[in-house]
């Protein structure tokens, strides 16, 4: 039924909430960044679903009972057909490299994939960078870091969102944004928006690329490496994990969702048919943030950051997936957070198969999973953030990246 998948979908996406004018603070304070336009081809196939469409609140509740009343159809026979994709979409993110003098891995990039329901910011709160912002840590590092909008969402083009924004076409674009960075021309081939100022920016050329997902994010960037494994040197999904339980109660009924123009006129009065979001603040606390492992400042931020998402985005959700997992030799991080709601019911521990996980991606450098103690599945967001991306930074170590 549908409903199962809606509840595996609840478990995998991050919906949280984006700002209409979405990514100006990444350079708010000094660092080497550039913010970019990539015009980004697609020619490939999207799926058309029978879906009820949403123009007001009141249909967004009835697209989610659509979804999760236990007679709709199993997504199989929700396919309407294939139908052709074909056109650039404009792209929106931000390039940064280390400081010059402390580049030790500066050729080795890092390309982050945020969840739904938010943009690019997800990677670089504003508030105590030092403690919550994933770019600082891991420019810190050595690393170089590109973020992006995906499409439908921050500052990158927001197509239809019920033929044209969905996971299989997020991962055709992940792939072109990590074949034109490996190319060294991702600036070259972009529109500067901005100052550039630091040359190195405009020609640089990774030695190594890593994915990094958040949930949805996860999931595209799993698309990724089990359709086009060699397109990526390592991968660490957050908010994502393959569990061997079930997840009772876990749907589209819990998240409240508004379309997103009633909700908020005046951040997405310019949104389309077919966008949602969550209601209030007290829906993205249930799903990302546990009490007493958050400063609410952060809930506030990630309320203020808030970014809808397409209801194709739900239905297409396993059509990214492919069956090249096997054939991917970088090594694979799990994170999840301990009191992670959508990814293992609000509580991840003894809730996945290392084994199985292991058995799916046998020609992986190295796989593991790690539970993020004291965390929700807004892992950015909760107050350990900063420790768990050193444990992802000392996994990628072990394997040279």
């Known amino acids: ?18 700002e209409a004018s979405p990514t100006a603070g990444h350079n708010s304070h000094k660092r080497s960044c550039v913010q970019i336009e990539v015009p980004v081809p697609v020619d490939t196939t999207a799926i058309r679903w029978q879906q009820p469409r949403v123009d007001s609140n009141i249909d967004a509740v009835d697209w989610v009972r659509f979804y999760t009343t236990r007679t709709t159809p199993n997504n199989t026979e929700l396919m309407m057909g294939r139908i052709p994709i074909k056109g650039t979409f404009k792209i929106t993110g931000h390039l940064c ?26 990677w670089d709160a504003e508030i105590k960078r ?23 969402t921050g500052s990158s083009e927001k197509p239809d ?42 020609t640089y050329k990774p030695s190594k690329i890593v994915h990094v997902g958040h949930s949805l994010g996860s999931i595209i960037s799993v698309g990724l490496i089990t359709n086009y494994p060699t397109e990526s040197d390592g991968l660490i999904a957050t908010g994502f994990v393959m569990t061997n339980i079930p997840l009772p109660g876990l749907n589209l009924a819990t998240w409240g969702f508004e379309y997103a123009p009633e909700n908020d006129p005046v951040l997405f009065g310019d949104r389309k048919s077919g966008t949602l979001v969550p209601a ?44 090249q997992g096997a054939l991917f030799k970088g090594p694979l991080h799990m994170v999840v957070g301990e009191n992670d709601y959508g990814a293992c019911g609000g509580d991840c521990t003894g809730t996945y198969d290392l084994e199985l996980i292991k058995a799916t991606y046998k020609g992986a450098a190295d796989v593991d999973v790690h539970i993020q103690p004291k965390t929700g599945h807004g892992l950015t967001l909760s107050t350990n953030a900063t420790a768990g991306y050193q444990v992802s930074f000392d996994f990628l170590h072990k394997s040279g990246l």
């Open 161 to 202: 969102p019920y033929d044209v924004v969905q996971v299989n076409i997020q991962v055709e674009i992940l792939r072109y944004l990590t074949k034109l960075a490996r190319s060294g021309k991702l600036v070259s081939a972009s529109k500067t928006l901005g100052d550039c100022p630091d040359k190195r920016l405009k």
């Open 280 to 323: 209030t603040k007290s829906n993205m606390q249930l799903n990302f943030l546990r009490k007493g492992t958050f400063e609410p400042a952060l809930l506030d931020y990630a309320w203020k950051i808030r970014q809808p998402v397409a209801v194709s985005e739900f239905a297409s959700l396993l059509s990214g997936f492919g069956t």
């Open 130 to 152: 030092e403690e919550y912002s994933y770019v600082d840590a891991a420019l810190a590092e050595g690393y170089s870091i590109f973020t992006y909008d995906r499409l439908g």
């Open 97 to 122: 490299v280390p400081p010059k003098g402390a580049a030790a891995r500066s050729d080795i990039l890092h390309v982050a994939t945020h969840g739904a329901g938010f943009d690019s910011r997800y």
């Open 1 to 18: 039924m549908a409903s199962k998948l809606i509840a595996f979908v609840a478990a995998a996406l991050a919906i949280t909430a984006g």
